[in-house]
C-alpha cells in the first residue's frame, strides 16, 4: 500500500473538526499533518484531539509541511480564497459545500483546478448514502421511466442562537445565503442529481422568525430543468422544533421517496415489464439502512465520499463529485436568490 495521504484541514470549526474525525477513521490512508485556523486556540486543539500541528493560514502549514491533500472548512465566503491558494501549490483539495458562494466564484476554483492539474472535490456525501445511490440506479436504469417531477423540501429550526454563535452566520458575505444556500444545498444537489440539467428557477424568499440576519429563513421555488420535468423547492429554519429533510422523485414507471436519508418510499418498473396501475398512490415503501440517520452516525457518508476521493487518486476509481457537480446546484440557489429579488424567473447559464 502507498504512504497515507498528508492532509491540511483549514478551518477548525464544527465541520472541521467532524473533518478531523473521518481523518483519523482512515489512518492507514491519511494522516492529519496540520490544522490552520485564525484562531489558533482552536487549531491547537483540534491537532492535539487528532494530530498534526496547528498553523494560523494555509501559507504557513504550506511553508512548514509535506502536504498532499488540503480540506476547506472555512466559512463559505472564504472557500474559494483558501482552494485556489491549495490549487496554486500544487495540493489537491477537498471543499465544504457549497464550493462556493456564486457560480462565477466557483468558475475560479475550476480555472485553478485545471491549471494545477490536481483533483478537486466538493463534499456532497449524501450521494453516497444507500437511499441515494439505490434511487439514482435505478433512474440510471431507466426503471422510472420519464422523469416529471421532484421535491426538494428542509423543513428544519435553528433559533436566534445559532445565527448569534458566530459574526459570519446570517450573512450574504460569508455565509452566501440563509436556509436554501446554507441548509438547503445537499438536498437540492440530489435534485439536481435525479432530474438533470435545470434552466429556470423562480423563487420567493423571506426572514421571518429571526432577527440580526440579512438572509432568509424561508424560500419556496420551483425549477424547469432541460428534460421537461419540475421541482419544487421548499426550504426552512423558521419550522419549530425541526422536521426532516426530505427528497421526492417521480416518473411515468417509478417513484421515491428519501426522509432524512431513510429510502421512506421506493417503487420502480424493470425494464421490460408494464408499470401496474395504483390507486391513490398506495404501493409498498421499501427501506435501506443508510449513513446519517442519526448524528452520530454522520461520519460514515463523509468517510465514504473520501474512499471515493483517495481512490480518485490512486487511480482505482472515478471522482464521483466534482466542482462541476456542484456548480449546478450553486447555480440553483444564486437563482432563487436573483428571482426571489427581481420578482421574475431566471434562466441558468
Known amino acids: 500500500m502507498s504512504n497515507p495521504r498528508r492532509i491540511a484541514v483549514v478551518g477548525a470549526g464544527v465541520i472541521g473538526r467532524h473533518h478531523g474525525l473521518v481523518i483519523s477513521q482512515l489512518a492507514d490512508r491519511t494522516e492529519l499533518v496540520a490544522v490552520a485556523d485564525i484562531d489558533t486556540g482552536r487549531a491547537e486543539q483540534l491537532a492535539a484531539e487528532r494530530g498534526g500541528r496547528p498553523y494560523p493560514s494555509l501559507a504557513a502549514a504550506l511553508a512548514a509541511e509535506e502536504i498532499d491533500v488540503v480540506v476547506v472548512c472555512t466559512p463559505t465566503g472564504l472557500h474559494g480564497e483558501v482552494a485556489v491558494e491549495a490549487l496554486r501549490a500544487g495540493k489537491h483539495v477537498i471543499v465544504e459545500k457549497p464550493a462556493e458562494l456564486t457560480v462565477a466564484r466557483t468558475d475560479e476554483i475550476i480555472e485553478a483546478r485545471d491549471k494545477a492539474g490536481t483533483l478537486v472535490t466538493v463534499i456532497s456525501q449524501h450521494r453516497f448514502d444507500p437511499a441515494t445511490e439505490t434511487t439514482l440506479a435505478a433512474i440510471g436504469r431507466g426503471e422510472f421511466g420519464r422523469l416529471t417531477s421532484g421535491i426538494a423540501s428542509i423543513d428544519w ?5 445559532y445565527y448569534d454563535s458566530g459574526d459570519w452566520r446570517g450573512t450574504w458575505e460569508l455565509d452566501g445565503g440563509g436556509a436554501l444556500m446554507n441548509q438547503g444545498v445537499h438536498t437540492v444537489d440530489l435534485l439536481v ?7 429556470e428557477v423562480f423563487a420567493y424568499a423571506g426572514t421571518l422568525a429571526h432577527e440580526r440576519i440579512e438572509v432568509e429563513d424561508v424560500a419556496v421555488g420551483v425549477v424547469r430543468f432541460d428534460s421537461g ?5 421548499h ?14 422523485v417521480h416518473g ?15 417503487h420502480a418498473t424493470a425494464a421490460g415489464r408494464e408499470p401496474e ?7 409498498q415503501s421499501t427501506s435501506v439502512p443508510t449513513a446519517g440517520s442519526n448524528p452520530g452516525s454522520l461520519s460514515d457518508a463523509h468517510r465514504l465520499q473520501y474512499l471515493n ?8 476509481e ?13 447555480g440553483v440557489i444564486t437563482g432563487a436568490y436573483e428571482s426571489a429579488r427581481t420578482g421574475r424567473p431566471v434562466r441558468l447559464s
Open 157 to 161: 429550526w435553528r433559533g436566534q442562537s
Open 252 to 266: 411515468d414507471r417509478g417513484s421515491a421517496v428519501i426522509d432524512n436519508d431513510q429510502l421512506a418510499f421506493f
Open 229 to 233: 420535468a419540475l421541482g419544487v423547492l
Open 193 to 199: 442529481a435525479a432530474l438533470g440539467r435545470p434552466v
Open 235 to 248: 426550504a426552512t429554519t423558521a419550522a419549530y422544533p425541526g422536521l426532516s429533510a426530505r427528497l421526492q
Open 309 to 316: 476521493f483517495l481512490g480518485a487518486l490512486d487511480g482505482t
Open 277 to 283: 396501475e395504483k390507486l391513490m398512490g398506495t404501493t
Open 318 to 330: 472515478q471522482l464521483r463529485v466534482d466542482l462541476e457537480t456542484n456548480r449546478q446546484s450553486i
